[in-house]
C-alpha cells in the first residue's frame, strides 16, 4: 500500500476564494508529482519536484502554484479559485532508487460553483 | 501531445473473458508502465516492462511490448467483475525528463 495522502479528498467551495489542497507521502521519496484529470479523460502533469526547494511547472498550464519545503510535503494552491478549475487533482510520488513505480494518492476532486 | 494512446476507449465484457487493451505511443521509451484506477480513486502500479523485453506476467496479467511498431497490450484473463475500473498506459522515456506520460485510458466494465 501506498503512504501517500492527499487531503481534502473533496471539496465544494464559490468562486474567488483560495484554497491548498494537501499531498504528504512517508516513504522519503525525492520525487513529486501533481497530475490533473478531469472524469473519464488521461492525466495531465501540471507540476513537479525532484526534491526540497525544487519545483517545475509540468506540460498542462496551470494557474495553480506549489511548494515543496519539506520533503513529504508537496501542497497545491490556487489563490482565486474558479470554475474552470473544477477537476480531480493526483498527487504522486517516486523514490530515488527509482524503480520507475510512481505512487498515487487518493485524489482531491475540487468542484468550484 | 500526449505520448500514449489506448484503444479501445471502452469495453465491456463478461466474467470469465479475457480483456485485452493496447497502447501505441510516438518516441523511443525506457520501459512502459501499466495502472489501473478505480472509480474516483488514484492510481495503482500493475506492472513495468522495460524497452529490452517483450512479454512480463504478474498473476492474471500479461503485457507484451513490440518496440518496433511502438506498440504494448495488456491482458487481464479470466476477468472477475472486481477488474472493472480505468487502465491507462504510461511512458517514460529519456527525452520526457524522467516524467511519465499518461494515455487516455481504456474504461474496462466486466458484467457478473
Redesign the interface.
Known amino acids: 500500500e501506498a503512504d501517500i495522502y492527499q487531503t481534502p479528498r473533496y471539496l465544494v467551495i464559490g468562486t474567488g476564494k483560495k484554497i491548498t489542497l494537501e499531498c504528504s507521502q512517508t516513504m522519503g521519496h525525492d520525487k513529486m508529482y501533481w497530475y490533473q484529470q478531469d472524469p473519464g479523460m488521461e492525466l495531465h502533469l501540471i507540476h513537479y519536484s525532484y526534491g526540497v526547494n525544487s519545483t517545475e511547472k509540468g506540460d498542462l498550464s496551470s494557474e495553480s502554484t506549489v511548494s515543496r519545503i519539506r520533503t513529504e510535503h508537496f501542497p497545491l494552491t490556487l489563490e482565486s479559485a474558479r470554475p474552470s478549475h473544477t477537476s480531480q487533482y493526483l498527487c504522486a510520488s517516486k523514490g530515488l532508487a527509482d524503480t520507475g513505480e510512481l505512487f498515487f494518492g487518493e485524489g482531491s476532486r475540487l468542484t468550484v460553483l | 501531445s500526449?505520448q500514449g494512446e489506448e484503444d479501445p476507449q471502452a469495453l465491456s465484457i463478461q466474467e470469465g473473458e479475457n480483456a485485452t487493451m493496447n497502447c501505441s505511443y510516438k518516441t523511443s521509451i525506457?520501459?512502459l508502465?501499466w495502472?489501473r484506477q478505480n472509480s474516483?480513486?488514484?492510481?495503482?502500479?500493475l506492472i513495468?516492462i522495460r524497452s529490452n523485453e517483450r512479454e512480463k506476467h504478474s498473476g492474471r496479467l500479461r503485457v507484451t511490448l513490440d518496440t518496433s511498431k511502438k506498440s504494448s497490450s495488456l491482458l487481464i484473463t479470466a476477468s472477475r467483475a472486481a477488474d472493472t475500473a480505468?487502465y491507462?498506459c504510461?511512458t517514460?522515456a529519456d527525452n520526457q525528463g524522467?516524467?511519465?506520460?499518461?494515455?487516455?485510458?481504456t474504461?474496462l466494465s466486466v458484467k457478473p
Open positions: 500526449q525506457n520501459n508502465q495502472y474516483g480513486r488514484g492510481l495503482v502500479h513495468l480505468s491507462f504510461a517514460d524522467g516524467k511519465l506520460i499518461f494515455g487516455q485510458g474504461e
